[in-house]
């Protein structure tokens, strides 16, 4: 039971700290869409992201799931540079 508090803290750590801009800007993009009433929705958007990122994970670290490098090469390049656009 130890081993899954030291990985839900990990994770809670990384997933709120500000070093993982990128998520917290996608969040923060979530939240100005959604008024304050709709907090419920906006919570069940999150957690449906949240456990979409962890079967992602899961798959790909069973091997169950594999993606080109050249790939995500190619999708991070393009997403840099649309970026650096903006």
Do not use: P
């Amino acid at each position: 039971m130890s081993d899954f508090r030291l990985y839900a803290e990990t994770g809670l750590y990384y997933g709120l700290g500000i070093t993982n801009q990128a998520l917290v800007l996608l969040f923060a993009m979530l939240a100005v869409s959604y008024s304050f009433k709709d907090w419920k929705k906006l919570l069940l958007l999150i957690a449906v992201f949240s456990i979409g990122s962890f079967v992602s994970l899961l798959l790909s670290s069973f091997g169950i799931v594999t993606i080109k490098v050249k790939l995500v090469t190619f999708s991070n390049s393009a997403y840099s540079t649309y970026y650096r656009a903006l």
